[in-house]
């Protein structure tokens, strides 16, 4: 039975352009990372990629009930309502999501995750150097490496063994280091006595980046540091009402500088491993720019998710009416 209102033509039309542009953007790019022939991904870093080693080793970390994983209606380790960076990146090659590390019943035949949130670059011991005692867990980048040579040490039958396995994953070393620098700032640093820790911090990243090599990687990225200017618990805590404090998109510019200049190091570190090297593919990761278009954007892409929605209801509405027996007039 057809309805007795029918729908404008350019209504229709309209909803047609939006449902063919969302099927453009979250379909057609689905695995554009499929060409690169990945066959395993392995990822360092904290909680911005991790899949839920921190629940593993702490069953009552809040990461382990709602809200965080509320798109899936359970916590699934992750510290998001959904996915990560890293789960996009897979599904993008192709690739299974990635089990944690601490999971043992976890599937590694596509690589595993090292991440652990709350994670840093350098050791406690070593923040502790620089009076940075306010550090939750004992999981730095060196912990992590120790997970990953002990899961190669057996899963590989010698180093070249190692090195044939390794040779077509990739490998993320990151993003890390950002713990180091919260830590420090909420223990009440000034943003000039945090900025004497970031070569150390850098160097560290460098060197775990090396060591990674030395496991055999070929491909590797290498994040640096988001916009933490334009993070919210940033803006709280350094709010001010001197307006040429902000930039345009409303993030501390100070703070954004300090990114700047630990991402900087950081490309310079990047540039000298490319030279020490040359045999292996070592990529920076701008976080820092994707986080500010993606904030720039945030209405089209609020309003692209939206479509989302609107499609994911046509469809519905299409399988309700057939089921129905709803016909063309």
């Known amino acids: 039975m057809a309805s007795s209102k029918s729908s404008p033509p350019g209504f229709v039309f309209s909803i047609l352009i939006i449902i063919s542009f969302f099927n453009f953007v979250t379909c057609n790019n689905q695995h554009i990372l499929s060409s690169c022939n990945f066959d395993a991904i392995y990822q360092l870093g904290d909680s911005i990629a991790d899949t839920g080693n921190d629940v593993q080793d702490n069953p009552s970390s809040k990461f382990a009930r709602l809200p965080y994983g509320?798109?899936?209606k359970k916590a699934t380790g992750r510290c998001s309502d959904g996915l990560l960076m890293i789960d996009y990146i897979a599904l993008s090659a192709g690739i299974p999501f990635l089990d944690p590390y601490l999971n043992k019943d976890g599937l590694f035949d596509y690589g595993l995750n090292f991440a652990f949130a709350g994670a840093t670059a350098m050791s406690a011991e070593d923040l502790a150097?620089?009076?940075?005692s306010f550090v939750p867990t004992s999981i730095s980048l060196s912990r992590q490496l120790d997970w990953m040579f002990s899961y190669f040490n057996t899963t590989c039958r010698g180093n070249k063994d190692c090195f044939k396995k390794n040779g077509k994953a990739l490998f993320m070393v990151g993003e890390i280091g950002g713990n180091d620098y919260n830590y420090a700032f909420w223990q009440g640093k000034t943003i000039e006595e945090v900025k004497t820790m970031v070569p150390e911090v850098v160097e560290t990243i460098k060197q775990a980046t090396k060591r990674v090599i030395g496991y055999g990687a070929t491909?590797?990225?290498?994040?640096g540091n988001f916009p933490i200017g334009c993070f919210p618990v940033y803006l709280t805590?350094?709010?001010?009402?001197d307006s040429t404090a902000y930039d345009e998109l409303h993030c501390l510019k100070e703070l954004n500088n300090f990114s700047i200049y630990h991402n900087y190091l950081l490309q310079q570190a990047i540039a000298e491993l490319k030279e020490e090297h040359p045999d292996e593919t070592v990529v920076y990761?701008?976080?820092y720019n994707a986080f500010l278009w993606l904030l720039s954007k945030a209405d089209l892409l609020g309003l692209l998710r939206n479509w989302g929605r609107l499609q994911l209801w046509l469809i519905k509405l299409v399988r309700r009416s057939k089921s129905t027996g709803m016909r063309k007039p």
Not at 219 to 223: D, E
Not at 237 to 241: D, R, V
């Open 219 to 223: 491909r590797l990225v290498v994040p």
């Open 129 to 132: 150097k620089w009076n940075v």
């Open 70 to 72: 509320e798109t899936f």
């Open 237 to 241: 805590k350094y709010q001010t009402n």
């Open 285 to 287: 990761g701008d976080y």
